[in-house]
């Protein structure tokens, strides 16, 4: 299975202390963000979800009392973080290990020490099953192919049991190779004809 550095994304990233309307407008104009990493000198030091910043903006007097603020008030300042070459299987089984408040949040991917990327949960998910249908495929044509083989290898047996036999009777017996072609000696082919010269 492939490494999580491997699935990991480019990231946004702001100051702990650039002020939280900065943050917003990050995620008011690309819709397509949803994770924030917090980083100085390109370390992380805190992750902000999307979600959690909205959660704290919608609630009563929530807009007005952090908008101004710096993101260090809001931001979560012990995400998720591993390093690039851990396997993605092993990050998942963590992941899934956190409370249930941050259990979807995105994980922070370092590299050498300072930030390489972001991994959404989602994303880790959709690499487990596909990788597991690939698993699957490939399982089930290694037990055809076993099945084939053993069926061949089953007939082989077959058409050797059978020569030997055909070939005892003939030392046996003494028979022609006319006789051979006698529908007794092939019980499972039909009847070889033969043609007397005039």
């Known amino acids: 299975m492939n490494t999580i550095g491997s699935i990991s994304e480019k990231t946004d990233t702001v100051s702990q202390n650039a002020s939280v309307s900065r943050l917003k407008t990050i995620f008011d104009i690309d819709k397509s963000v949803h994770a924030v990493v917090v980083a100085e000198e390109n370390k992380p030091v805190g992750l902000v979800m999307k979600t959690h910043l909205n959660d704290k903006l919608s609630q009563r007097y929530g807009f007005s009392l952090f908008i101004k603020k710096p993101i260090y008030t809001v931001m979560d300042n012990s995400p998720m973080i591993v390093n690039h070459d851990e396997r ?23 590299k050498h020490g300072v930030l390489h990327g972001i991994v959404a949960v989602r994303t880790i998910l959709n690499y487990l099953v596909k990788f597991q249908r690939e698993q699957s495929n490939i399982l089930e044509r290694y037990v055809s192919s076993l099945e084939q083989e053993d069926a061949d290898k089953k007939k082989a047996i ?3 049991k059978a020569t030997k036999k055909m070939l005892q009777l003939v030392i046996d017996t003494r028979i022609t190779p006319k006789d051979l072609l006698k529908k007794e000696f092939y019980p499972h082919e039909p009847c070889l004809q033969t043609h007397e010269m005039a």
């Open 88 to 110: 993605i299987e092993g990050v998942s089984d963590k992941a899934m290990q956190r409370d249930n408040a941050r259990l979807y949040d995105h994980i922070i991917i370092l």
């Open 158 to 160: 077959q058409d050797l």
